[in-house]
């Protein structure tokens, strides 16, 4: 496989579960990122990590918690959602953080619903 | 506040012409401006950059022509195809500051007909 892939594609939860978004790069990048698209509004960043380090936490709710055990994966952590987290939660990678060439490769992303 | 704004929320053109997206900027510290396309179901896909000190970026079928004094930005695609259609974002970064930090417009969404 190539590029970065995500899992899984469409997830419905409640909202006392509990899941995990997963994300995978197979670019060899350092760097790897959390955004949220919700309707009609930009890409928001989540967080950042740089060589498996949180670098910026975007001021996200404790609902949604990250792991980066290591540069090539990256997890999202959801629990006790609410339906207004509904989003398009896409993964993203780029070569290094503060390279000044900040090209980010995407996956496909996970359309989160919370009933 | 948003610092990245794409005000056109569509665009149809005809194929064969040129498409134009237009962005603005509010701040004055970004450097480096990109766009990225996305068709559905998938994730944004980089298409162009253009730093700072340029005025224009081509590539292809696709030019990004920056006017850092306008605080304002273009995506021309000359000439437009059918496989064009997707929704465009635009976004800039302060390569100084925050390490890693995209700031993304709402997306045009650029329908091309035959």
């Known amino acids: 496989e190539t590029g970065v892939t995500q899992t899984p594609r469409h997830l419905v939860m409640g909202m006392t579960n509990k899941k995990s978004l997963k994300c995978e790069q197979h670019?060899?990048?350092?760097?790897m990122y959390w955004y949220k698209q919700s309707a009609k509004k930009p890409l928001e960043l989540m967080f950042v990590?740089?060589?498996?380090?949180?670098?910026e936490n975007n001021s996200v709710p404790s609902r949604f918690s990250p792991e980066c055990p290591n540069s090539s994966h990256l997890f999202l952590h959801l629990h006790t959602l609410q339906p207004e987290d509904s989003a398009l939660y896409l993964c993203?990678?780029?070569?290094?953080?503060?390279?000044?060439?900040?090209?980010?490769?995407f996956g496909s992303g996970t359309q989160l619903s919370v009933l | 506040d948003q610092q990245v704004k794409q005000n056109s929320p569509s665009l149809s053109v005809q194929e064969g012409r040129i498409s134009i997206l237009n962005c603005d900027y509010t701040?004055?510290?970004?450097?480096?401006f990109l766009w990225y396309k996305k068709y559905p179901a998938e994730g944004p896909t980089f298409l162009i950059s253009?730093?700072?000190?340029?005025d224009k970026n081509e590539d292809g079928r696709f030019t990004v022509f920056l006017n850092k004094s306008a605080k304002h930005l273009s995506l021309h695609i000359v000439p437009s195809q059918p496989g064009d259609s997707a929704v465009y974002f635009c976004?800039?970064?302060?390569?100084?500051?925050?390490?890693?930090?995209?700031?993304f417009g709402r997306g045009t969404q650029l329908t091309v007909w035959p």
């Open positions: 253009i730093s700072s000190i340029k």
């Open positions: 990590y740089s060589l498996e380090e949180r670098v």
């Open positions: 993203a990678s780029s070569q290094q953080v503060g390279t000044g060439d900040e090209k980010l490769f």
């Open positions: 976004a800039a970064t302060d390569r100084g500051s925050t390490l890693g930090r995209l700031y």
């Open positions: 670019l060899g990048h350092n760097a």
């Open positions: 701040n004055s510290m970004f450097d480096y």
